[in-house]
């Protein structure tokens, strides 16, 4: 029997020893060759919490691009990373951020990730002066709010939700329905598609899933009962993967569209039983494998992280070089209000597009690309002007 | 609303009302001994959870698995998240409230200590299995056995339903024919008579746990089969279950299947007709307003007054 | 547990005591490995193998093996093993040293500390030149830390402190179990977003944030008085689970009723500000102003509350806590003073609320969860409930240390040594870290009838405190 004598021993001991490995753990971060000034990119997004994959796919994006900075001593500057978890919620953005901010190294920011968080931090950005060039925030109303120095590298979602109802009409869908998972990006996605099909003819259901939801057989058996022919789901792989399970076994069989939130491989493993199969995922990120270029950089990727590069690893990667090259122009005299400037105004041809922006920091350029989960990868079926001709 | 939906939708109440019900006896359980609210035997859910993707992960099924494959993978499945969860229990009440019940601590440092290994377990089962969700291996082909008023009812929902109307009916037997239980009644209702009568009281608390732990577990297992596994899966169900147990009456192991029948069924309908938004609004609102007309819930406290 | 004497008792001599003595010792001895000895060398190395997993490597879902594997074979597990071993040598086979050692060194220090103590007790003036001492050290204390640790302090710990004394009014002096109170944290703060004009329904006329605070106040009064009235006669436990459920019924307002509230996408608010015509100030992103700010609203809540519970109201409240029966036998009006507590505490949690959502410039439901709920009372309960000093004090190291540990663990597990701190804590010093002496006195009662009764008291029914009548 364990008396209380022994826990009165043992559980010091345990702190001790804990103390001790938690020490022993620590350390050996950074070091570099200490050429020149050193500046430090930030990157805001979720690295933890339920979306954790998408952010780690951005996140070593910009590592990515902070090591061939340095190590290819084209620059006379050194660059070092800092990491600013949000957890892709709203609610740890303002923390994240002010880490960012404190930080005096830091000269910019590749984030926030997720639009929630972008609307909540991009105010706190533009008071500090600071870029925050965004991979991945594809809601179309961050651009609208005179945001100081918010800008964004992708296509935003009014392209995404245009490029969905246009699919959906293009496959014959007569009623469609529209889960949104009550988060800012996945809302303004919602909207956009919905408003896009409502146009084009197509009846719309509009439904809500929260993104703490654990059952999801609710939601399923009223897509079944709403003779709903077309389903769109804008939240994230960690709820899409239960949901796909769900509708399969409801009996769902529509067509069956998820957004950029999705496309990870994370999905497909989330629904083990083949369910993910024949969902359709559209994202403004374009396939790797359709250049040269593009292979190089998984390549290189692979080779550093022993994984696939995934959604938005190429965008974070052009996004911190953009900022490196505009650094390294600028020289030792950068600041955060100079690197903005270079950046709003310059442009960068990268691994995955060629990123400049308007006078409102939003991308000028677009691109909607459509991806299918065949045989449990997921499959570039091309852009979707190729594709809806 | 239509009867068609009226059926559909009992069902996956029904479902969900198993879930709870075999949680909630957990609750029920431990608060009849201590009278503590054993926040933590959420985490002995989740452990259950994992428990099951533990063993499957160990056998991987095989890709079209026969009858007899597909019913060991489950019982295996359910037996060892059942062990796992039961023995978490039975550390938990002796690391953590053994040592507070020997120098008779109020009912609040029991009720901070559970919540304090209520976040030590659930962090913990994160970091050492990933803060991911998982699925469950695929033990069968889920197809729907069989449909009645036009419901149909696929193998999982079945199997979530018979276990646990089995393990309550268990728990049931156990508590009101057993020695067991008969010194768990005893030790509710007065534990200083009780072991003046010969009851050993760390062994009745002790088996209280692991009884509770059981159920809790394989629960966790059967939650997994339909859902997913994560670390943090046992706070809503938990805390659901928790207010079921209130809700029949804390202590009462009927009214723990009561409550949970109840708040399963509320919550499938809720959810139906209000959509996934407010789906513990109807839950809770109910157990709020139940509890202001009859404060000690609907069948009354007491695990010894079910005898 | 004593270790039981499995020598052989040769007491009655002679060949057949003797013989009996040998039967009766084979039956009384334990085999080796139920020796309590060696029961403690389990125990400690049970301690290890879960040590080794909580300090290892992180799990991933690809493989959930992975994490076990590594910290199976790895160093960690001999550290902790070694640690373990070590500490089971020194407590077995080195006791009497160490604790000869440790009590010398303990009467050398009481000494001088008692001393201490008269001087202190007797002298009000030291007291005075020293709550002087640390005020003056809190108001310069954010020129001495980094910028980062000067968010915590106003995002968080002084935060928190607000609400910790708000709650300790209804867990620590009136004794009823709230698990509802970042609820009326959350009206406060919608409250302030809403008469700001910040929330997507405009008000009849926009205020000032600072004027928003009475309002608040009002405000939460009024849901404190509308959630207490028909639930206070519920017993200790039901009074928790209802509050628990209206916490998730505000909560699920905040996040459901869009239109109202902006869910989970949030609302901006405005921060504070003050034009006073000749003097005009604006709060900005730096957080030290944000913290002389909720300085002196602590101080103002502190005096006030001091007061009240020297008064005849606090006096009331100890006799609510400490027997309802008896209280109302004596004729406290025991429905009043709860619903005065309970709304005394709302309104704490209100004020809280404005200065929040006016620091952070931005709320949505995700604040308001019910995980803040149950930390707020484990600080209040860590630090020693009832106690102001101990309230204080425990709220800043609960908060402290996971910021603290961010650096040093994996910032994924900080919450894991949160609760294994809790759990210890809770074992070794249930009173908490700067107990009432009212409280010292209800703990010490509760052992004495331990040792006092005829059997050991397990499973007995813990004293009657917390808010609990016998039922």
Not at chain 1, 284 to 309: T, V
Request: contains cysteine; charged residues 15%.
């Amino acid at each position: 029997m364990l008396s209380k004598r022994v826990v009165k021993l043992a559980i010091p001991v345990a702190i001790g020893a804990l103390a001790l490995t938690a020490c022993g753990d620590d350390g050996g971060g950074g070091g570099g060759d200490a050429s020149g000034t050193v500046f430090k990119i930030a990157y805001q997004g979720p690295l933890s919490g339920d979306n954790v994959d998408l952010g780690i796919n951005m996140e070593n994006g910009v590592k990515l691009a902070i090591a061939e900075a340095n190590e290819s001593g084209d620059y006379d500057v050194t660059f070092e990373y800092l990491d600013a978890d949000d957890r892709g919620e709203p609610g740890q953005a303002t923390a994240a951020a002010q880490r960012a901010i404190d930080d005096e190294d830091v000269i910019a920011v590749v984030g926030p990730a997720f639009s929630g968080a972008a609307a909540v931090a991009a105010p706190l950005y533009g008071e500090a002066g600071m870029a925050a060039l965004s991979p991945s925030a594809t809601n179309p109303d961050l651009t609208q709010q005179g945001f100081p120095t918010f800008l964004r590298g992708v296509p935003n979602d009014a392209e995404q939700g245009a490029a969905i109802a246009t699919f959906f009409a293009e496959q014959g869908v007569e009623k469609a329905m529209v889960i949104d998972d009550l988060d800012d990006y996945s809302i303004g996605l919602a909207n956009v598609a919905q408003q896009g099909m409502e146009e084009a003819g197509i009846e719309v259901v509009r439904e809500s899933v929260p993104s703490d939801t654990v059952d999801h057989s609710g939601i399923a058996r009223t897509a079944v009962t709403s003779g709903a022919d077309g389903l769109v789901y804008t939240g994230y792989y960690s709820q899409a993967g239960p949901l796909a399970v769900k509708l399969s076994e409801a009996g769902f069989d529509g067509i069956k569209l998820a957004g950029d939130g999705v496309k990870d491989p994370e999905f497909i493993s989330l629904a083990p039983g083949g369910e993910a199969e024949e969902w359709y995922l559209s994202c403004p990120c374009r396939d790797l494998d359709a250049d040269q270029e593009g292979r190089d950089f998984a390549e290189r990727y692979e080779a550093e992280y022993n994984r696939a590069p995934g959604t938005y690893t190429p965008e974070a990667y052009d996004a911190a070089m953009m900022i490196i090259e505009a650094v390294a122009e600028l020289g030792e005299a950068a600041d955060r209000q100079s690197v903005y400037e270079a950046i709003s105004v310059g442009t960068h041809d990268g691994v995955a597009k060629t990123l400049s922006f308007d006078e409102n920091g939003e991308y000028a350029g677009s691109g909607i690309y459509i991806y299918r989960v065949e045989n449990d990868t997921i499959t570039a079926l091309g852009d979707i002007t190729e594709i809806t001709g | 609303m239509t009867l068609f939906d009226f059926w559909d939708v009992l069902v996956l109440g029904v479902v969900l009302g198993s879930l709870y019900a075999v949680i909630a006896i957990g609750y029920t359980l431990v608060y009849g001994v201590l009278q503590l609210l054993n926040f933590a035997h959420s985490e002995v859910f989740m452990t259950g959870g994992f428990g099951g993707v533990i063993a499957l992960t160990l056998v991987v099924p095989v890709a079209a698995p026969s009858l007899a494959q597909s019913a060991g993978y489950v019982i295996l499945g359910i037996c060892t998240g059942a062990l796992l969860g039961a023995t978490v229990a039975f550390f938990l009440e002796k690391v953590a409230y053994r040592p507070l019940r020997r120098r008779n601590a109020p009912r609040l440092v029991f009720l901070i200590t559970a919540i304090g290994a209520s976040f030590f377990l659930y962090n913990l089962a994160g970091k050492l299995f990933g803060r991911n969700a998982m699925p469950m291996p695929r033990m069968y082909e889920n197809r729907t056995v069989f449909t009645i008023f036009d419901t149909t009812i696929n193998i999982t929902q079945l199997l979530i339903i018979c276990s646990g109307v089995l393990m309550l009916l268990i728990v049931d037997h156990v508590v009101n024919r057993t020695k067991l239980g008969s010194g768990i009644r005893a030790v509710a209702q007065d534990p200083e008579v009780a072991s003046l009568m010969g009851v050993n009281i760390d062994k009745v608390v002790s088996r209280t746990f692991i009884l509770g732990g059981l159920m809790g577990g394989a629960a966790g297992f059967l939650f997994g089969t339909t859902n997913q596994v994560f670390y943090t899966m046992g706070f809503l169900p938990g805390i659901t279950a928790f207010a079921a147990a209130v809700l029949g009456g804390i202590g009462n192991v009927r009214g723990a299947m009561l409550g949970g029948m109840t708040l399963g069924i509320v919550e499938a309908f809720t959810v139906d007709v209000f959509g996934d938004a407010w789906r513990y609004f109807g839950a809770f609102g109910a157990l709020v307003l139940v509890l202001m007309i009859r404060p000690t819930g609907i069948l009354g406290e007491r695990v010894a007054r079910t005898a | 547990m004593t270790a039981t004497d499995n020598t052989p008792t040769t007491g009655a001599a002679g060949p057949i005591g003797s013989k009996r003595a040998a039967e009766a010792a084979r039956l009384r001895r334990t085999a080796w490995y139920a020796n309590p000895r060696f029961k403690r060398l389990a125990a400690l190395m049970g301690v290890a193998l879960v040590g080794a997993q909580v300090t290892g490597e992180q799990g991933t879902n690809r493989d959930i093996f992975h994490a076990m594997r590594e910290n199976m074979t790895g160093p960690g597990l001999w550290l902790w093993v070694g640690a373990c071993l070590l500490i089971w040598v020194v407590r077995e086979f080195l006791r009497a040293p160490v604790a000869n050692a440790w009590s010398t060194a303990r009467r050398a220090g009481t000494g001088p500390a008692e001393r201490a103590r008269t001087v202190w007790r007797r002298d009000p003036r030291l007291r005075m030149l020293a709550l002087t001492a640390l005020l003056v050290f809190l108001i310069v204390l954010p020129f001495l830390v980094s910028r980062h640790w000067q968010q915590v302090l106003v995002d968080q710990i002084a935060i928190y402190v607000l609400l910790a004394i708000g709650l300790n009014v209804v867990v620590g002096w009136a004794g009823m179990l709230d698990l509802g109170f970042i609820a009326f944290f959350a009206i406060g703060a919608y409250s302030a977003a809403f008469w700001t004009g910040s929330l997507p329904v405009a008000p009849p006329f926009e205020l000032n944030n600072f004027a928003v605070i009475p309002i608040a106040v009002i405000t939460c009064l009024v849901a404190g008085v509308l959630l207490g009235a028909p639930t206070l006669r519920l017993r200790g436990d039901y009074l928790a689970i209802v509050t628990l459920g209206f916490h998730e019924i505000v909560y699920l307002m905040a996040k459901n009723w869009v239109e109202f509230t902006g869910g989970t996408r949030g609302a901006s608010v405005d921060r504070f500000s003050i034009d006073l015509g000749f003097f005009s100030y604006q709060w900005g992103l730096d957080p030290r102003p944000y913290y002389w700010l909720q300085l002196g609203f602590i101080v103002a809540l502190l005096v006030l509350f001091i007061r009240l519970e020297h008064s005849r109201v606090g006096r009331a409240w100890t006799a609510i806590r400490e027997d309802e029966v008896a209280a109302a036998a004596t004729g406290v009006d025991t429905v009043r003073f709860k619903l005065l507590a309970f709304a005394i505490g709302a309104s704490t949690s209100g004020v809280a609320g404005v200065v929040y959502a006016s620091k952070l410039g931005f709320i949505n439901s995700e604040f308001f969860i019910v995980l803040f709920s149950v930390l707020v009372l484990s600080y209040v309960i860590f630090g020693g409930m009832g106690s102001i000093p101990g309230v204080l004090l425990g709220t800043a190291i609960l908060i402290w240390l996971p910021e603290f540990l961010r650096d040093t663990v994996p910032a994924q597990d900080r919450y894991m040594y949160l609760g294994a701190l809790l759990v210890i804590m809770m074992i070794y010093r249930p009173q908490g870290l700067w107990p009432s002496r009212r409280r010292v006195r209800e703990l010490h009662m509760a052992e004495e009838g331990t040792a006092t009764r005829a059997m050991p008291a397990a499973g007995g029914r813990p004293a009657t405190t917390g808010g609990d009548t016998p039922s």
